[in-house]
């Protein structure tokens, strides 16, 4: 492992996902270099659970998003302990599927079925939330050493901060965007039927409640048709 070059990669990778506009090219930034920066992987994707629903994000191969639904039949396997934060675990590498595993005997021999030789996965985190998992998978056996998992671990590290800042962006611009909608639908009905600021998000939010919609849906409806049906 030349860790001079991995260095360099990395600042670039890093550089290059601030630079993304949307959560989900971020996200598909971060598996793209992860196929890219660690020796040995042939695909990557981000597993997020629902529950016990699993929603596969920005896979680089179909064998990813197999790979997730397959864990989630079973209702076991090493990307679900890495997902999910009450195990524990952060990290995990599976150098080969083609030996028994004792800890996940259904999933092992169904994944190398896939075409799956060895795994790992790493816990996206920051110091108050966990984001998902981002796996990495190869076709052979043994492709994954301590020195891969290192560098998966850099990876990660950065991954779940770009992740995150990119998710808390979003948000932001939704409810900037929802405050605006709401502010608009207001002057709407204010001036159709002469009430005060207040009283318009009054008729607003009863309409809301009494036909159980989000106000953002209210405020929609107002701005698309004029008034409230």
């Not at 990778?13 to 971020?26: N, S």
């Not at 629902?50 to 197999?66: I, Y």
């Not at 994944?111 to 996965?121: D, E, I, N, T």
């Not at 939330?129 to 891969?148: C, I, K, M, Q, V």
Request: hydrophobic share 40%; net charge negative.
């Amino acid at each position: 492992m030349d860790w001079s070059r991995f260095a360099h990669q990395m600042a670039t990778m890093a550089r290059d996902l601030l630079a993304q506009e949307t959560v989900e090219a971020t996200l598909e930034r971060i598996t793209a270099s992860a196929t890219e920066l660690v020796d040995g992987c042939d695909a990557a994707g981000i597993l997020i659970l629902h529950d016990a629903k699993v929603e596969t994000v920005a896979p680089t191969h179909r064998l990813v998003g197999e790979s997730d639904l397959l864990q989630q039949r079973l209702g076991e396997g090493p990307c679900f302990d890495a997902a999910h934060s009450a195990h524990g675990e952060r990290v995990f590498r599976i150098p080969d599927l083609t030996t028994a595993e004792q800890r996940w005997p259904g999933f092992a021999p169904q994944a190398h079925q896939l075409g799956v030789g060895s795994m790992m996965g790493f816990l996206l985190f920051t110091g108050d939330e966990d984001l998902g998992a981002l796996n990495l998978y190869s076709h052979r056996p043994g492709a994954f050493t301590e020195t891969s998992e290192l560098a998966g671990v850099l990876l990660a590290s950065h991954a779940s901060v770009a992740f995150s800042s990119a998710r808390t962006h979003a948000q932001l611009e939704r409810a900037v965007a929802t405050r605006h909608l709401i502010g608009e639908a207001m002057g709407i009905i204010m001036g159709s039927h002469r009430l005060t600021e207040e009283e318009a998000f009054n008729v607003m939010r009863r309409y809301s409640r009494t036909n159980d919609l989000k106000l953002s849906e209210v405020a929609r409806r107002v701005c698309e048709e004029g008034a409230l049906s």
